[in-house]
């Protein structure tokens, strides 16, 4: 069982930045991806970015160009760098790894972006 542990979330005018990370508790090379889910108040989660274990990477379309994810193999961290955001980008978001068939969760950490 993968264990996932958010953190670098917090509140952030429009146009600011802000870099989640993600450490999992088993090597990063050993699930076959990581990634980021979003879910605003009174709406769905949804997909955001990933990257796999061999460090390809793909993003919704509403975050290409803003949003980089990255991998730091030494420190077995996956990080969301969040550029130029918006007030729709707030949400809390979930690291999520993917393992043999089953998907696992952080506990989320909020994101509030203000205008």
């Known amino acids: 069982q993968v264990q996932l542990v958010e953190s670098g979330g917090g509140v952030v005018q429009a146009g600011g930045s802000l870099r989640l990370s993600c450490a999992p508790s088993?090597?990063?090379?050993?699930?076959?991806?990581i990634g980021w889910y979003r879910q605003a108040p009174g709406k769905q989660r949804d997909w955001v970015a990933l990257?796999?274990?061999?460090?390809?990477?793909n993003y919704a379309e509403s975050v290409k160009g803003r949003f980089t994810i990255s991998r730091d193999d030494a420190k077995n961290t996956v990080y969301l760098q969040m550029n130029s955001l918006k007030p729709e980008d707030t949400a809390v978001y979930y690291c999520?790894?993917?393992?043999?068939?089953?998907?696992?969760w952080g506990q989320g950490t909020q994101v509030t972006v203000s205008s």
């Open positions: 990257i796999t274990s061999s460090g390809n990477t």
């Open positions: 999520d790894a993917f393992q043999n068939g089953r998907f696992y």
């Open positions: 088993e090597s990063v090379f050993s699930v076959n991806h």
